[in-house]
């Protein structure tokens, strides 16, 4: 993906003035809601280091594999509550298209971001049907 190309997080932004700069460590994520849409960022062009960087270090697995076959396709943000900047935690619901081996599917889910050594950090989510 280039630095020119819309953002895969839907913010109508170029991807190299959204996504990409936290990405690459320039800048942190501001608000709850800005890492959740960076980390679904990350997993469609693929950047697995940025996603296992930005999870709690408790709760995050060993290492990230990608999945073949699949391919993001678009987010949807249904729903914050807190995670704005100067709190500690908050919660991001969503729902995130995606297409694996030619079916569609969707993954709706309700995550948790906490702050931690002043950056915002994923913890868990529960999948909504």
Same mark, same amino acid.
């Given at each position: 993906?280039? /630095?020119?190309?819309? !953002?895969? !997080?839907? +913010?109508? %932004? /170029?991807?190299?003035?959204? !996504? #990409?700069?936290?990405?690459?460590?320039?800048?942190?994520?501001? &608000?709850? %809601?800005?890492?959740? =849409? /960076?980390?679904? &960022?990350?997993?469609?062009?693929?950047?697995?280091?940025?996603?296992?960087?930005?999870?709690?270090? =408790?709760? =995050?697995?060993?290492? &990230?594999?990608p999945?073949?076959?699949?391919?993001?396709?678009? #987010? +949807?943000?249904?729903?914050? *509550? %807190?995670?704005?900047?100067?709190?500690?935690q908050? %919660?991001?619901?969503?729902? /995130?298209r995606?297409?694996?081996?030619?079916?569609?599917? *969707? #993954?709706?889910?309700?995550?948790?971001?906490?702050? @931690? *050594? =002043? @950056?915002? !950090?994923?913890?868990?989510?529960?999948?909504? &049907?």
């Amino acid at each position: 993906m280039r /630095a020119i190309d819309p !953002c895969p !997080c839907g +913010s109508e %932004e /170029a991807f190299g003035r959204c !996504c #990409l700069p936290l990405h690459l460590g320039d800048r942190e994520a501001e &608000s709850a %809601e800005q890492l959740m =849409r /960076a980390r679904y &960022s990350a997993y469609a062009v693929g950047d697995l280091d940025y996603v296992w960087r930005t999870w709690h270090p =408790r709760t =995050r697995p060993p290492e &990230s594999h990608p999945v073949d076959g699949l391919q993001w396709l678009g #987010l +949807s943000v249904l729903d914050t *509550a %807190e995670g704005k900047p100067g709190d500690e935690q908050g %919660e991001v619901e969503f729902v /995130a298209r995606h297409r694996i081996d030619g079916q569609d599917g *969707a #993954l709706h889910e309700r995550s948790r971001f906490v702050v @931690r *050594a =002043r @950056r915002w !950090c994923y913890v868990d989510g529960d999948e909504l &049907s």
